[in-house]
């Protein structure tokens, strides 16, 4: 029972895709505990080790309370004022686009910053400072996730969501720990096999870990043979007739090459004929048999429902766009969507990577409201909602993330605002990186918590108020928005980054006498920064930009979602509607507002997503082909890398929070046992991990999780000597943009 003086505010976890709901209980000024909250269906109460710690950022005697400046790198910080701070952000990024043009400045932010931050400084800087250079670390993690679903279903974001997991009969679980990386959830998959035996559970994966533990099969192959495994599953479907005609013949169609030319079922059917399960078996190596694959395929197709799960094993990859339509390709090959407990789900990693970033406007080629930037009406669209001139948002997108920073590296780019995340850690060759950002030719500012990594480029760093300590929303996995409201008050001068963005933004209008830039801010002008100023982000935003998109969120105002324990799915676009809660199945009319007013037929299910002008879905022709680096005699082993339980991505956070740092204290390399011995390391050596970029001196871990041939190593400790971002590779996706985090070539060495 709460003491008098206690209050519980309900919020949102600050850290992963899973989106729990929280109370943080408050005495007296002072957060002193974290709870689950019961009724919330992201959660239903549960919470994870380190989302149960996180609020210990709070009043964390590291925290960043007043802004910092150099005029040069090597110069000590000096405390500013932020009249100041303001000052100096807007002469350095106004000279720069005087003397260069807008496309000399960028925005870096995150998909853990707050949807309304992301917008306004999207805002900013493309009807501001007439630039598209706007990106994120959502391009290091969801962007393959987009292209799979705008190319596969014509519109981003899963069609289902957790509801799903308790009613599913098969869960196909590819290139994601679940276990670590979401945990929630993972408990949720695991209360469903446990009351359900019969319910399958596949694992596939080149690592066993904690999530193949609970699996009926674990599918182990070499790094990069998946799309081999996901066609030869979609020519069993086919030569067993496993697969839905009838859904088939109603919604879908097939395609093919670059100018997704027409393909027919045979043609689909005659492309796969070569990944026989044999075949396929032989190219994905480790223990797969030809009738594992069958088996699988089997149980995906005959199930009553089936749900397929992803994160980074999928998305961070070379081929990460086909990958992910590969999966998509066997949902609708067997007709797995939109019924009860069967998606294709897509696991986000941070917690506002849909809500802020692909859908408010985080990433250079995307507008607010899923518009691409290319199209001329939609940045029209976008101009008149904010009452700007047409045309003045240019017509191409902006430096995607590597560019960007290579950008920073030629000199090319001259001002950079990193918000809410460290590339300097987070990029993959991040050495590489971090000579262009140590320049003194490319002026850094760092809006964060923490000193960072990143921090140690910046010319200033700007204290911002943490989670709780301000006001948005965050939009999890599933299509669900949830508002977190200011609880405590930030420590010593930080600041919401909103009001940061906004009085910036006021300097720069002036520095570069542009009424345009001031009236970005207009509507926001004078209003608190606690409360009122959000909400009126949040509103511009939902009211002028969503309506009439996919992700329409018009009737989610703060009213509601205040109302709601777990936020609101969208398509929500009446106030009505969005309290009972949304829409759970996208697509399904009678569940779906927009499906019922979009209906041009009979059938049970009407597509309209903005992407696919014909409504259907679409099955791709999609061949295996090789990662960017694979082993030779130099290099001769596969580098993975990833998350454990414990630890949020560049441990800027979780490593300042005693239990979880005593949990697991630094990185190590996971090494198969016939490779160790091999090589003679025992446990506990020192091994050095090398590739064509850099190097890693960690202590071994010997034991069956990753394949033979494969090392790992978890990619969030900041020690220089354990920083594994030195030695991955900044290739990418030529679709998505995403790097290749998860393959490279390595040596391996006892020291
Ligand atoms: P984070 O630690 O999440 O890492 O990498 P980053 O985004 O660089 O950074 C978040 C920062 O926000 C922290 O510095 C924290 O102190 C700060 N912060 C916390 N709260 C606030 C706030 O309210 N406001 C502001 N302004 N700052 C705040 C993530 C990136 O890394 C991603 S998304 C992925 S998916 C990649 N994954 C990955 C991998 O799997 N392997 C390898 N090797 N590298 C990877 N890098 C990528
Ligand atoms: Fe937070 Fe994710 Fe853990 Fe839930 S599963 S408590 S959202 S870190």
């Not at 596939?204 to 870990?209: G, I, N, Q, T």
């Not at 679409?618 to 454990?644: C, H, K, M, N």
């Not at 000597?721 to 991955?728: A, D, E, G, Q, S």
């Amino acid at each position: 029972r709460a003491a008098e003086d206690e209050a519980w505010h309900r919020g949102t976890c600050r850290l992963c895709g899973v989106g729990c709901r929280v109370e943080l209980g408050v005495k007296n000024g002072v957060p002193f505990a974290l709870r689950g909250v019961a009724d919330a269906r992201t959660n239903y109460g549960y919470l994870c080790m380190k989302g149960m710690h996180f609020w210990k950022c709070m009043g964390h005697k590291d925290r960043l309370t007043k802004p910092l400046y150099r005029e040069r790198k090597a110069d000590p910080f000096k405390e500013i004022s932020w009249d100041k701070a303001l000052d100096i952000a807007a002469e350095r990024f106004s000279s720069a686009v005087k003397a260069h043009g807008g496309n000399a400045v960028a925005y870096y932010g995150s998909g853990q910053c707050l949807t309304e931050e992301t917008y306004l400084f999207q805002k900013i800087m493309r009807g501001g400072l007439k630039t598209n250079n706007v990106e994120g670390n959502p391009r290091l993690c969801m962007a393959s996730a987009v292209g799979g679903y705008m190319t596969s279903f014509g519109a981003d974001e899963p069609i289902g969501g957790y509801a799903d997991l308790e009613k599913a009969h098969c869960f196909f679980i590819i290139g994601s720990n679940t276990a670590e990386a979401h945990p929630v959830l993972f408990r949720r998959i695991m209360r469903r096999k446990l009351d359900n035996p019969e319910v399958k559970v596949i694992n596939a994966d080149p690592r066993v870990s904690q999530t193949s533990r609970i699996a009926d099969k674990h599918l182990q192959f070499k790094p990069g043979t998946d799309l081999s495994l996901l066609n030869a599953m979609a020519k069993v479907i086919i030569d067993e007739k496993l697969h839905d005609q009838q859904f088939l013949g109603n919604y879908a169609v097939f395609k093919q090459g670059k100018e997704a030319k027409a393909a027919s079922f045979d043609e689909f059917a005659q492309f796969v004929a070569p990944y026989t399960p044999e075949a396929a078996a032989k190219t994905c190596g480790g223990t797969i048999t030809a009738d594992d694959i069958r088996q699988v395929a089997r149980w995906f197709a005959t199930s009553k429902g089936t749900v397929s799960l992803w994160c980074m094993g999928i998305n961070q990859r070379k081929q990460g766009v086909w990958a992910n339509n590969l999966i998509h390709n066997l949902h609708i090959l067997t007709g797995q969507l939109m019924k009860e407990g069967a998606d294709s789900l897509s696991l986000t990693g941070q917690p506002n990577a849909c809500g802020g970033v692909r859908e408010a406007g985080g990433l250079c080629h995307i507008l607010p409201g899923h518009r691409p930037v290319e199209k001329e009406k939609m940045r029209n669209q976008v101009e008149e909602a904010w009452g700007i001139p047409l045309g003045r948002i240019p017509a191409e997108p902006g430096l995607h993330t590597m560019d960007l920073f290579t950008a920073v590296n030629k000199g090319t780019v001259k001002a950079v605002w990193i918000n809410c995340t460290s590339p300097a850690q987070s990029l993959p060759n991040c050495d590489l990186y971090n000579k262009g950002l140590a320049s003194d030719d490319c002026f850094i500012v760092c809006t964060d918590i923490f000193k960072t990594r990143t921090t140690e480029y910046a010319n200033l760093i700007l204290p911002t108020a943490f989670h709780f300590e301000k006001t948005g929303v965050y939009g999890c996995t599933e299509r669900r928005s949830q508002l977190t409201r200011k609880a405590i008050k930030a420590p010593g001068e930080a600041k919401p980054e909103v009001w940061i963005a906004r009085e910036w933004a006021k300097r720069l209008a002036t520095k570069l006498n542009d009424p345009v830039i001031a009236q970005c801010v207009k509507p926001f002008d004078g209003l608190e920064e606690d409360f009122a100023l959000p909400q009126a982000i949040w509103d511009e935003y939902t009211q002028k930009l969503t309506k009439g998109r996919d992700n329409d969120l018009r009737g989610a105002s703060y009213a509601v979602l205040g109302r709601m324990a777990d936020g609101v799915q969208w398509p929500a676009p009446t106030e009505e509607f969005a309290l009972k809660g949304g829409t759970v199945k996208k697509f399904v009319k009678g569940l779906d507002p927009m499906a019922d007013s979009e209906s041009k037929n009979d059938l049970p299910y009407q597509f309209y997503g903005p992407a696919h002008e014909d409504r259907k879905l679409w099955i791709w022709l999609r061949p295996q082909a090789e990662p960017s680096e694979v082993p030779d005699a130099d290099y001769p082993f596969y580098l993975s890398t990833g998350r454990i339980i414990d630890h949020w991505h560049t441990m800027s956070m979780t490593g300042r929070i005693p239990e979880l740092l005593r949990a697991n204290p630094y990185a190590y390399v996971e090494i198969n046992p016939k490779d160790a011995a091999k090589l003679g390391i025992k446990p506990g050596d020192m091994v050095e991990v090398r590739s064509r970029r850099g190097v890693n001196l960690l202590p071994a871990k010997v034991y069956e999780g990753p394949i033979e041939g494969m090392v790992f190593v978890y990619w969030h400790d900041q020690e220089q000597t354990r920083m594994i971002n030195k030695v991955t590779k900044d290739d990418y996706d030529p679709a998505s943009k995403e790097p290749e985090f998860k393959i490279c070539a390595v040596q391996i060495q006892r020291v």
